[in-house]
């Protein structure tokens, strides 16, 4: 079967540094997703990754291993705002997204 | 208005009621797609409409009932709901075939089923 992991929830400190993980097993790839979604309102895009390596834009990165189906969200300079769930997912060979159950992202003053 | 709009935003119904949700999506897309979120599970799609046809229907119960008139618009007809529906509904458009296919969502209609 298909599988997204991530982490369900995790904390930081505001003005630090966090990365999220996601791992994935599905059917094919033709790229990984990344989405905030701040409680009570849409999913929100943020990145798009098809090619290994790290694309970076402003304080948010993301990362994709295809070799090791792995990626990672990396949030610098946290600010409160960024309170939210994270959502990885993956497009698969049917170009279906496959989603993850997002990660919830507390940050404390 | 631009983006993806959903109405209602919030709805609460009984089991034996009738209601329907409506997405229009401003984005000039032409694939369009209904969610259901449910607390701490990932994003389950229900359909896919690519170019006003449907083209997924995952396995869901004939008590949901989608339309799409044009490329624009999207319906979900519920009826005689149970309680464990009760989940957020989100819409979301992509332009199908584009090089990312990158999904835009609505902001979602909360339903609770009594």
Known sequence: GQNIDQPTEMTATEGAIVQINCTYQTSGFNGLFWYQQHAGEAPTFLSYNVLDGLEEKGRFSSFLSRSKGYSYL??????????????????DSNYQLIWGAGTKLIIKP | ETGVTQTPRHLVMGMTNKKSLKCEQHLGHNAMYWYKQSAKKPLELMFVYNFKEQTENNSVPSRFSPECPNSSHLFLHLHTLQP??????????????????????????????L
């Open chain 1, 74 to 91: 990396l949030l610098k300079e946290l600010q409160m705002k960024d309170s939210a769930s994270y959502l990885c997912a993956v497009l």
């Open chain 2, 84 to 113: 464990e529906d009760s989940a957020l509904y989100l819409c979301a458009s992509s332009q199908a075939g584009a090089e990312t296919d990158t999904q835009y969502f609505g902001p979602g209609t909360r339903l609770t089923v």
